[in-house]
């Protein structure tokens, strides 16, 4: 009888402990998701402000979109036979839900500043050992991720770059897992437009409109409740752009601040050759 109230005993623990864990863990998520607005399956919006929710409008915007259920999308002005135009142009023109900066372009208006490819079209062939952060979605062998941030000075480029249809090389900001590759030696700050990825594979279209060094800013991302564990570069300052529309929410996000470059309006979206974006499959 002894033994039969202990084993009673035992099993109550065990079942209360489980029981406890398990619920003080689902309040835990739920507390981490309280910043996010699910809009569909697989794509949802956050805001944070930084500074706290006495300083204004929310500085930072973070779209999640998971690549299984959206296609994500790079449209260049060199392969459609296109000018230049504000991402919202593009997203309108093309039916994207939301467009950003594919990454910073050269003189010549049109070329990636790192090596870019969309299936058989090549924007920029040079692999760049400056920048070390590639892109790589639409993937044409079965056993790759439908997207991913590659570190290459961990991953072999040329493999990424064969077994995916578009392959995009930016700077890095954040290495996996969720390391700050900036030094806190910066001064010069700026908005940023970014591209991240979470700890289940989604990707992350970020925006910040605060001025920030990439070192702050990077440290912002990794605390943030979006579970990042890498992100690159796509642009700064004025050039930085984000728009995104679906159902009845908007948001678009221009960068005003930081870069000053004369005769320019920096009040509204500037054109860009290469935009990265993402629809309904």
Known sequence: MFRRDVMKKRLFFVIFVFYGLFYTGFGLAAEKDTHWQNLDAGLSVAKFNVKGESAGDPEVVVIRVDPRLFKLVLLCAAELKEKNMTVKQWCEKYK??????????????????????????????????????????????????????????????????????????NLRLIKRPAENRWSRQQDKKWCEAALGEDSSGNALFIFCKEPYSMYEFNEILIKLPINIVSAQHLEGGPLASLYFSYEDVSIEFIGTCAINIADRDNSSYWAVPNVLGFKKK
């Open 96 to 169: 994207l839900i939301c467009g950003i900066n594919a990454g910073m372009f050269q003189e010549d208006y049109k070329s990636n500043v790192g090596y870019m490819k969309n299936f058989a079209y090549v924007n920029n062939p040079r692999v760049s050992s400056l920048y070390k952060s590639v892109i790589a979605f639409n993937p044409l062998v079965d056993n790759k991720p439908y997207f991913k941030i590659y570190d290459i000075d961990e991953a072999d480029v040329r493999e990424i770059i064969r077994s995916y249809g578009t392959v995009i090389q």
